[in-house]
């Protein structure tokens, strides 16, 4: 599902550093997903689900108001795929809570990040 006009598959990004998000939402356009975000914490990505459903999120860990883990919870609820881009996360703790989700860590690593959200996006309910 995307956010309305069915053109691009949509991407919520939640990422507190302000180059850090700018890099990835460049690098998200370039792979051909539409950027919903970015969101420098948790809240404002859960107010933007009152707008949007995105088909897949990016999530870094420690946000402005918290640990993404509240918004992360809610999108893993609606089958929305996750990949989380942190330097504050263990692989192992992630696949524990939430099976589908992935992993690439900071610094970024392009491969990887693309390779993560084919696999999140194939790996959920609505695809």
Avoid: W
């Amino acid at each position: 599902m995307t956010d309305g006009d069915g053109s691009k598959p949509t991407v919520l990004l939640c990422e507190d550093e302000y180059i850090v998000a700018l890099d990835l939402q460049l690098l998200l356009e370039e792979f051909g997903y539409e950027v919903i975000g970015p969101f420098d914490s948790f809240s404002k990505g859960l107010s933007a689900l009152d707008e949007v459903r995105p088909d897949m999120a990016v999530l870094d860990v420690r946000l402005r108001d918290g640990e993404v883990f509240p918004l992360a919870d809610k999108l893993d609820e609606m089958g929305i795929g996750l990949v989380f881009h942190s330097g504050h996360v263990q692989d192992s703790d992630i696949a524990a809570k939430y099976h589908n989700a992935m992993c690439c860590h900071k610094p970024i690593d392009t491969k990887r990040l693309r390779y993560a959200l084919q696999k999140v996006c194939s790996a959920s309910p609505a695809h």
